[in-house]
């Protein structure tokens, strides 16, 4: 089945260390997003990628840092300068070919639950 | 970015018809409006998209009035799986990608 996997869903780090959050995706999309969601909040956006070797800041990126080598793959560490890292985060991707019947949606992971300690 | 305003949360009986409305009054001439729902600790799914004319698929219909200033989605029969945030979205072109910007959702309590 094709799919957007993130890992681990828990994770816990001691303040001023830096964790990277794993979403891989294999359903050949080109595009791939990091959002946050706070505690009875929305998503907000912060990163995203249209293509591989491509990466762009959205709306809350600082403290965070990405990297797209592979197109499956869109890495996000949680660094230490990110003053208040607590929060559920999303991976999502999406098709960039019009023809897609998909190419509206955005197709999303079942989430990290990141704790800082 | 234009923004949406919805309510912060709505009650139905299962299998009756659920109407979640969105004001949108700043949507812009080339914005889509997108729902998405979240179950607990899940992350969200699209429902549904339009542009100007109402549309229809198997989880639910969309409603968009002519001025498109607001909009509604409709659950046909609610089930007790439909209990969610729903979120009202304006997907538009922003610095040369589609960016969804997201509120803070109606959360959708549905009892037997």
């Known amino acids: 089945?094709?799919?957007?996997?993130?890992?681990?869903?828990?994770?816990?780090?001691?303040?001023?260390?830096?964790?990277?959050?794993s979403c891989e995706q294999n359903l050949n999309h080109d595009a791939m997003y990091w959002y946050r969601q706070d505690p009875g909040q929305g998503l907000r956006l912060i990163y995203y990628s249209q293509i591989v070797n491509d990466f762009q800041k959205g709306d809350i990126a600082e403290g965070y840092s990405v990297s797209r080598e592979k197109k499956e793959s869109f890495p996000l560490t949680v660094t230490s300068a990110q003053k208040n890292p607590?929060?559920?985060y999303l991976c999502a991707s999406r098709s960039s070919a019009s023809g897609?019947?998909?190419y509206n949606e955005q197709f999303f992971g079942p989430g990290t639950r990141l704790t800082v300690l | 970015d234009a923004k949406t305003t919805q309510p912060?949360?709505?009650?139905?009986?299962?299998?009756?018809?659920?109407?979640?409305?969105?004001?949108?009054?700043?949507?812009?001439?080339?914005?889509?409006?997108?729902?998405?729902?979240?179950?607990?600790?899940?992350?969200?799914?699209y429902v549904i998209h339009g542009l100007t004319s109402n549309v229809n698929n198997r989880m639910a219909s969309l409603a968009i009035a002519e001025d498109r200033k607001s909009s509604t989605l409709i659950l046909h029969r609610a089930t007790l799986r439909d209990a969610a945030v729903y979120y009202c979205i304006l997907r538009g072109i922003s610095g040369g990608y589609n960016k969804l910007i997201f509120g803070a959702g109606t959360r959708l309590a549905v009892h037997p």
């Open chain 1, 1 to 21: 089945d094709g799919g957007i996997t993130q890992s681990p869903k828990y994770l816990f780090r001691k303040e001023g260390q830096n964790v990277t959050l």
């Open chain 1, 86 to 88: 607590t929060a559920f």
């Open chain 1, 100 to 102: 897609d019947t998909t």
């Open chain 2, 8 to 45: 912060n949360s709505m009650e139905s009986n299962e299998e009756e018809p659920v109407h979640l409305p969105c004001n949108h009054s700043t949507i812009s001439g080339t914005d889509y409006i997108h729902w998405y729902r979240q179950l607990p600790s899940q992350g969200p799914e």
